[in-house]
């Protein structure tokens, strides 16, 4: 009933800037978490940013100062900005959000959007 779109991905130079949406479709009661991973070429996938109900966020060391995670409740959709960029921030990247349905809580994955840092 519910799904993800994601969109913002695309290829940049290093030091430049994205910016990654995720709106969730569907009928939806609460957007309790929102979560930003990824998955580079042959590694395992990573958790980058999360943010909570409360507006609490964490980041993976490797994106702490660089990237930011934000949620907008009234439109169900999750952000992360993403600044600075290096090549190796290349990677798959997919949208978790966790969701109050009537029937329960559930989470949800996006597609996948990829971005490329390359010169």
């Known amino acids: 009933q519910v799904h993800l779109v994601e969109s913002g991905g695309g290829l940049v130079q290093p030091g430049g800037s994205l910016r990654l949406s995720c709106a969730a479709v569907g009928s939806i009661l609460n957007l309790n978490a929102v979560g930003w991973y990824r998955q580079p070429p042959g590694k395992e996938r990573e958790l980058v940013a999360g943010?909570?109900?409360?507006?609490?966020?964490i980041y993976s060391d490797s994106v702490k100062g660089r990237f930011t995670i934000s949620r907008d409740n009234a439109k169900n959709t999750g952000h992360l900005q993403m600044n600075s960029l290096k090549s190796e921030d290349t990677a798959v990247y997919y949208c978790?959000?966790?969701?109050?349905?009537?029937?329960?809580?559930?989470?949800?994955w996006g597609q996948g959007t990829q971005v490329t840092v390359s010169s």
């Open positions: 978790n959000m966790r969701i109050s349905e009537y029937e329960g809580e559930a989470d949800y």
């Open positions: 943010i909570d109900s409360d507006g609490r966020t």
